[in-house]
């Protein structure tokens, strides 16, 4: 079982940056691949980017053109994602998640957090 709890979402002008963090609580967190999602009010729940348990691979989005980065601390039980050059269109619900799947994907996701609000004002 693996808790997680995302923080650090708030409103942000555009073209500002901002980094999100997430905790993991629970045992074997370093056996996990994590990822961060998004959802906006409407749509589906969206993979902006993650990587594998030790990080050595990175899964990213393309269509956001390198703008989020993802890390993680596996000695901190932390994962982050920054975000840069920010828009209106980011304006979501970011969520990270953990799997012990190969394959790192919304329908692989075992453990979500809560989400933490972003809104980019324009």
């Known amino acids: 079982q693996v808790q997680l709890v995302e923080s650090g979402g708030r409103l942000v002008q555009a073209g500002g940056s901002l980094r999100l963090s997430c905790v993991a609580s629970?045992?074997?967190?370093?056996?996990?691949?994590m990822g961060w999602f998004r959802q906006a009010p409407g749509s589906e729940r969206e993979f902006v980017e993650g990587m594998s348990w030790m990080g050595g691979t990175r899964y990213y989005n393309s269509s956001l053109k390198n703008r989020f980065i993802a890390s993680r601390d596996n000695a901190k039980n932390m994962v982050y994602l920054r975000m840069s050059n920010l828009s209106p269109e980011d304006t979501a619900v970011y969520y990270c998640?953990?799997?012990?799947?190969?394959?790192?994907?919304?329908?692989?996701?075992?453990?979500w957090g809560k989400g933490t609000l972003v809104t980019v004002s324009s």
């Open positions: 998640g953990a799997t012990k799947s190969p394959s790192l994907s919304r329908k692989t996701i075992e453990y």
């Open positions: 629970g045992r074997d967190f370093s056996s996990y691949s």
